[in-house]
T-cell receptor
Framework: GQQLNQSPQSMFIQEGEDVSMNCTSS?????WLWYKQDPGEGPVLLIA?????ELTSNGRLTAQFGITRKDSFLNISASIPSDVGIYFC????????????FGTGTRLTIIP | NAGVTQTPKFQVLKTGQSMTLQCAQD?????MYWYRQDPGMGLRLIYY???????DKGEVPNGYNVSRLNKREFSLRLESAAPSQTSVYFC????????????FGSGTQLSVL
């Protein structure tokens, strides 16, 4: 089946630094989603992308839908302590296909 | 609104025991899902229900059964638990199937000894 590879697997950064992570697929998707999971909670949607090449921002977060439809990128600017958590990408192939394929996650830790 | 509510939050089972994980949503969503989360594996779909009265297998359905009791509730049953089913289980729901926001519950941490 389809697999989504996220990198890096983990990041250790200092508060105020910018963060970049990406997600690559072995096949195309028509929707890319980015979720964040806080400890002990379920994932929460951050950004949804519906069109190849699309660049969408949500506050300090910016995500891009790769032009090949096989990748997506998430950037966080000027990180703050509440950005700590696990970030997941997810892809959906097409309408009527219920399956949302999730990436393996990027764990973000902020060093005091 | 409570959103998606899962019970229990934690559970320890012995191999061979059975149990049912409960999930309810109060957002009038059509679609409901069960995922499991394992370290380094992301979230994998176990079963889903596109609407009341229908259920379908996801990526990893073996060892599980589900029931869409009504529009609000979608339960996951382990008939004979195995150590390989030790995981964190998430229920989720969304209004439709295309590009709709997926809302997750807070998870059930299950350990099978």
């Amino acid at each position: 089946g389809q697999q989504l590879n996220q990198s890096p697997q983990s990041m250790f950064i200092q508060e105020g630094e910018d963060v970049s992570m990406n997600c690559t697929s072995s096949s195309i998707f028509n929707t890319w989603l980015w979720y964040k999971q806080d400890p002990g909670e379920g994932p929460v949607l951050l950004i949804a992308l519906y069109k190849a090449g699309e660049l969408t921002s949500n506050g300090r977060l910016t995500a891009q839908f790769g032009i090949t439809r096989k990748d997506s990128f998430l950037n966080i600017s000027a990180s703050i302590p509440s950005d700590v958590g696990i970030y997941f990408c997810a892809g959906q192939l097409d309408f009527g296909n219920e399956k949302l394929t999730f990436g393996t996650g990027t764990r973000l830790t902020i060093i005091p | 609104n409570a959103g998606v509510t899962q019970t229990p939050k934690f559970q320890v089972l012995k191999t061979g025991q059975s149990m049912t994980l409960q999930c309810a949503q109060d957002m009038n969503h059509n679609s409901m899902y069960w995922y499991r989360q394992d370290p380094g594996m992301g979230l994998r779909l176990i079963y889903y229900s596109a609407s009341e009265g229908t259920t379908d297998k996801g990526e990893v359905p073996n060892g599980y059964n589900v029931s869409r009791l009504n529009k609000r509730e979608f339960s996951l049953r382990l008939e004979s638990a195995a150590p390989s089913q030790t995981s964190v289980y998430f229920c989720a729901s969304r209004a439709g199937t295309w590009g709709e926001k997926l809302f997750f519950g807070s998870g059930t941490q299950l350990s099978v000894l």
